[in-house]
C-alpha cells in the first residue's frame, strides 16, 4: 500500500530556503505516480503548489510560486522534494505531499493517499 511522508519543514527568516522531502513507500516505480506538494494556512483552503509526473519528469507549478519554488525527485530514492526560495511571511502553512489519480492536477480532490504534512514557519 502506497504511503507517503513528509519533512524538512522547520522556522526559517524572510528570504531564506527550505528544502522539504517527501518519502513514497510501498511504491515500485515512482516514475509512474502523480506526485504532488499542497499547502494549508490557517482559516484557509489547501492550495495546490507543484506536481510531478511520468518517466521524463514532467512539472508544473502554481502561480504563487512559479520561480520560487522547485520540485524534483530521485527515483532511487523514492523521494520528490519541494526547494522553497526567497521565503515570504505568507508561505508560512503546513505543507503537504500526496499521490495523485490523474495525470497533473493542483486540485486536492485529485489526489488520493496524503502524508501529515510538515510545518514551515516564515517569520523574523
Known amino acids: 500500500q502506497l504511503q507517503v511522508a513528509e519533512s524538512g519543514g522547520g522556522l526559517v527568516q524572510p528570504g531564506g530556503s527550505l528544502r522539504l522531502s517527501c518519502l513514497v513507500s510501498g511504491v515500485r516505480y515512482l516514475q509512474f505516480e502523480t506526485i504532488g506538494w499542497f499547502r494549508q494556512a490557517p482559516g484557509r483552503e489547501r492550495e495546490g503548489l507543484s506536481w510531478i509526473l511520468g518517466s521524463g519528469g514532467r512539472t508544473n507549478y502554481a502561480d504563487s510560486v512559479k520561480g520560487r519554488f522547485i520540485i524534483s525527485r530521485d527515483i532511487a530514492m523514492n523521494t520528490v522534494y519541494l526547494q522553497l526560495n526567497s521565503l515570504k511571511p505568507e508561505d508560512t502553512a503546513v505543507y503537504y505531499c500526496?499521490?495523485?489519480?490523474?495525470?497533473?492536477?493542483?486540485?486536492?480532490?485529485?489526489?488520493?493517499?496524503w502524508g501529515q504534512g510538515t510545518q514551515v514557519t516564515v517569520s523574523s
Open positions: 500526496a499521490r495523485g489519480t490523474g495525470f497533473g492536477s493542483l486540485l486536492p480532490t485529485d489526489y488520493d493517499v
